[in-house]
Nanobody, 116 residues
Framework: QVQLVESGGGLVQPGGSLRLSCAASGFTFSSAVMKWYRQAPGKERELVATITSAGSLRNYAGSVKGRFTISRDNAKNTVYLQMNSLKPEDTAVYYC?????????WGQGTQVTVSS
């Protein structure tokens, strides 16, 4: 079955960096568009970044453009989110997501807290 497992979250000071990973299994990863979302307390889940199957196209939310980078390693079935210049407003649970045959699959999420 489809499985997505995020890791790499934690507590970081403003201006710091973190790299999130999402390990995927149960589907043809190299053919899938992958997405990172986040959900802050009391807010709706929002799309942060998207990467196409070969990694040739990437899109970002305006709030993270220039600070976050999405990438993937199809040999390792893993998608990454490099987060630099972190701000307190980046505090959220971060999820990876894949859509397969009109069904959405989510990981369990990883908490990112940006605080001094």
């Amino acid at each position: 079955q489809v499985q997505l497992v995020e890791s790499g979250g934690g507590l970081v000071q403003p201006g710091g960096s973190l790299r999130l990973s999402c390990a995927a299994s149960g589907f043809t990863f190299s053919s899938a568009v992958m997405k990172w979302y986040r959900q802050a307390p009391g807010k709706e889940r929002e799309l942060v970044a998207t990467i196409t199957s070969a990694g040739s196209l990437r899109n970002y939310a305006g709030s993270v453009k220039g600070r976050f980078t999405i990438s993937r390693d199809n040999a390792k079935n893993t998608v990454y989110l490099q987060m630099n210049s972190l701000k307190p407003e980046d505090t959220a649970v971060y999820y990876c997501k894949v859509d397969i045959q009109s069904r959405s699959y989510w990981g369990q999420g990883t908490q990112v807290t940006v605080s001094s």
